[in-house]
């Protein structure tokens, strides 16, 4: 895959990804974090990536937000599916999640969050997830007691690339493969010519030992079992909570890992741990023999009459002769059953089999002597044997265990992967449930949306608390009303349901439509009237905006406050002319509903959210702006209120005429 055509992949970041290892699948899965492991990619730029794979795939020109007000209020959609997340993958990957005009695109989502929404989020599931994420490869592993050997430097360069784990070395002919075998436990010969070779040692040939990792290197398998087995576990827990079904037999991976120590050797086995303590506790099981065979000595010599003959006598003080001589008369017994003691208890110490006791008879043989000692030579033969007796059943233990584990091995990435996706899909059926969502309809030839009982979870009141909003628009319109009304609110549920229903998602509300809409421009309200340069850049905004293509939606919140009211009327007059030729549909919130209605050429249609009266001095509004009705101000229904309750109305009458 070429991955500069991915968008937003140039030529340095495509070098970046093709240092990583499964970079084509993960772009294929959106796999933000697996993405993000590639050198130098931050989260964001990999959720971007998977993001451009996505648009790839579906031929989406992208560029639906269109404005930074639009940009914010997906990310606050994003940020509350995120927070029902509860691993650090599932946050990232519901970065891909983003609006889009392609229908196949919303498709893909809608038909995989009917699914999502469905799953019962449960404590339990919850619990597991923390202890899950993506697995590790296990790393600056080396393995000392084997060797890959070949004669072909092609051959050495891969093996070198494909187990860096293993000395790789080249070997000319069958005699320097020999020489190898002396000093490595186990070769393995990659070249087919070195089959049926006769040499000493541990020597395979595997001609295709890429196949053939569990032979080769069963460390490997054994070491990302062992470094992955608590993400493995908790990956268990969260398909038996969760009631899915496993990629791999629980009770198969349960039984691998009791067999696997945490430092990726097996464990249980009595065999190897016999042969490693032999090994171990040899020099001092050597040295314990002698004192107990010289403790046996040393009692029979102090009870012993020794009778001396006058020449020997002479001669162990003329030629300070030993008294071994002696001790082999006169104790010969005695000798021989203190070098029993020794060797039965050398090799009840060690543990020794039939074959290697052998060399205890060796180990303590000889000249009678007093203290007598071990002899060297034989010990280190059987340290010789011992040590390759045990390598040779860790390797035969390894490659039995990596055996079982290689078949789980790619299960084991599903397993976790399948955990991971799960917490993807319980934060969306969290976030439906939190907020009372419902599958909206996208209306592909209609425009505009009707929304019923929308609640925005975007508010600044807690949620329970949000009043549920009724609003539809076809074409462009005005919204009025009231300060503090909604009218703000009302267009940030109108962006947020449209754009979570552009993202395949449900939408917070009792039902609702939505046309198919191409972009999002939602302009937030200006801070105070701008100088002459920023209103000279708004007003090419929007003569870029009203120019642009068909089917997007327009989001205004109060254009007049970015210049003097008589100017901003004109203005705001003029691009509803326009975007109401373009088919567009638009909601501009305004305060001057009445003058712009007078400015403009073409009916523009006016809603309104209407104080509908007063409790305890608050006003009390309908938040669901009322159709075709152009809502009274609060100057005005403050003049309203004193007309009708001053003793001296005359004023305040006279004022409310002016309205
Ligand atoms: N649907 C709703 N349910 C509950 N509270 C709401 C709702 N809509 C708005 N509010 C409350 O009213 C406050 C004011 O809303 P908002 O800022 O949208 O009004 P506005 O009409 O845009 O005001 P202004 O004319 O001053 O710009 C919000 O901060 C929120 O606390």
Not at 68 to 73: L, Q
Not at 138 to 162: F, Q
Not at 234 to 245: F, M, R, W
Request: net charge negative; glycine share 8%; hydrophobic share 40%.
């Amino acid at each position: 895959m070429e991955f500069t055509s991915v968008p937003g992949v140039g030529e340095k970041t495509a070098e970046t990804l093709s240092k990583l290892d499964g970079a084509e699948d993960a772009l294929r899965r959106g796999d933000v974090a697996a993405l993000a492991r590639a050198p130098g990619l931050t989260e964001g730029r990999a959720a971007a990536i998977a993001r451009g794979a996505i648009r790839r795939r579906h031929d989406d020109p992208g560029g639906w937000l269109a404005t930074d007000r639009a940009r914010e209020v997906y990310e606050d959609a994003l940020g509350l599916l995120q927070e029902r997340a509860v691993t650090g993958y599932a946050e990232k990957r519901l970065r891909t999640l983003y609006p889009s005009a392609t229908e196949s695109r919303i498709e893909e989502v809608r038909a995989w969050a009917a699914e999502a929404v469905e799953r019962e989020p449960n404590e339990a599931v919850v619990e597991a997830l923390e202890g899950v994420q993506q697995p590790t490869e296990p790393r600056g592993l080396r393995v000392r007691e084997r060797a890959l050997a070949t004669a072909d430097a092609e051959r050495y360069a891969e093996a070198k690339d494909a187990f860096p784990e293993l000395s790789v070395e080249v070997v000319e002919d069958a005699r320097d493969l020999a020489e190898l075998a002396r000093s490595y436990s186990t070769v393995v010969a990659l070249d087919e010519s070195f089959a049926g070779v006769d040499v000493d040692g541990d020597v395979r040939v595997i001609p295709d030992p890429e196949e053939h990792h569990e032979e080769v290197v069963p460390e490997r398998l054994l070491a990302f079992f062992a470094e992955n087995r608590a993400e493995l576990l908790a990956a268990v827990d969260v398909h038996e909570a969760a009631g899915i079904d496993p990629a791999l037999d629980p009770a198969a991976l349960r039984d691998a890992l009791s067999r696997l120590d945490d430092d990726g050797t097996p464990r249980g086995d009595d065999e190897l741990r016999r042969l490693t303590n032999a090994v171990d506790d040899l020099d001092a099981a050597a040295s314990t023999a002698a004192s107990v065979a010289n403790d046996h000595l040393r009692d029979a010599i102090r009870e012993q009459d020794v009778t001396i003959e006058g020449t020997d006598f002479l001669s162990l003080v003329e030629q300070g002769a030993r008294v071994d001589s002696l001790l082999s008369r006169e104790l010969a017994d005695e000798y021989d059953a203190a070098i029993r003691k020794a060797r039965e208890h050398f090799v009840d110490a060690l543990q020794l089999q039939p074959g290697e006791d052998d060399f205890a008879e060796r180990v303590f043989a000889g000249e009678p002597t007093f203290p007598t000692e071990h002899n060297e030579e034989p010990l280190n033969r059987l340290r010789t044997e011992l040590k390759a007796a045990r390598d040779r059943r860790a390797a035969k233990l390894k490659s039995g265990l990596a055996s079982d584990l290689a078949d789980l091995r790619e299960p084991a990435d599903d397993l976790i992967a399948d955990a991971l996706e799960l917490d993807v899909e319980l934060a969306v059926a969290r976030f439906a449930r939190d907020f009372d969502c419902v599958v909206p309809e996208i209306d592909e030839a209609g425009s505009g949306f009707s929304i019923e009982g929308g609640r925005s979870p975007l508010l600044d009141v807690p949620f329970a608390e949000a009043e549920p909003v009724d609003y539809g628009v076809e074409g462009v319109t005005l919204l009025s009303g009231v300060n503090s009304g909604g009218k703000t609110s009302t267009l940030d549920l109108v962006a947020l349901i449209v754009t979570l229903a552009h993202m395949g998602l449900p939408v917070p509300a009792a039902s609702a439509r939505v046309g198919r809409v191409s972009e999002l421009h939602y302009y937030a309200k200006s801070q105070g009237t701008l100088d002459a340069g920023a209103f000279e850049s708004t007003l090419r905004d929007f003569g870029e905006l009203v120019s642009g293509a068909a089917g997007r939606l327009v989001l205004v919140d109060e254009l007049e406050s970015i210049t003097e009211p008589g100017a901003s009327a004109k203005i705001i007059a003029g691009i509803l002319e326009a975007l109401d030729e373009q088919g567009a549909t638009g909601v501009f919130v305004s305060h001057l509903a009445r003058q712009i209605r007078e400015a403009a050429d073409v009916d523009v249609a006016v809603d309104g959210i209407e104080a509908v009266g007063l409790d305890d001095g608050e006003l009390v509004v309908n938040r669901s702006p009322k159709k075709d009705h152009l809502a009274r101000s609060t100057p005005e229904l403050i003049v309203e209120k004193l007309a009708t309750e001053s003793s001296d109305p005359g004023f305040y009458e006279g004022l409310l005429e002016k309205f």
